[in-house]
């Protein structure tokens, strides 16, 4: 895990609640991160270009808000990447629970 260094004691709620103070108190640099999160739909839901997402740890404590941009965009990014399946699958598989009722 690049960002927040982590006890290897703690469970994947706490890493996860490491790294996303460490997010919210970094520089706003871009950071590789690799912990487990659970992502819900949030208010903003789907709208041109983003996703928007409500993280929240494994144990279901809340961690904030975030988004999926298109082609692999994020604030501060100076180059997007010319095809990028993540955004558009994603959007593709809320809308699909959204029909089914889930």
Do not use: K, Q
Request: proline share 6%.
């Amino acid at each position: 895990m690049t960002g927040a260094a982590a006890a290897p004691s703690m469970d994947a709620s706490e890493r996860a609640r490491a790294v996303w103070n460490s997010l919210l108190e970094g520089d706003g640099a871009p950071r590789l991160v690799d912990v487990p999160i659970v992502v819900t739909p949030d208010a903003d839901g789907l709208r041109r270009g983003r996703i928007g997402l409500m993280a929240h740890a494994e144990d279901g404590g809340e961690l904030g808000r975030c988004y999926v941009f298109n082609d692999e965009w994020y604030p501060g990014c100076a180059t997007t990447v010319s095809f990028s399946h993540y955004a558009p699958t994603l959007a593709r598989v809320l809308t699909a629970f959204e029909r089914r009722g889930e």
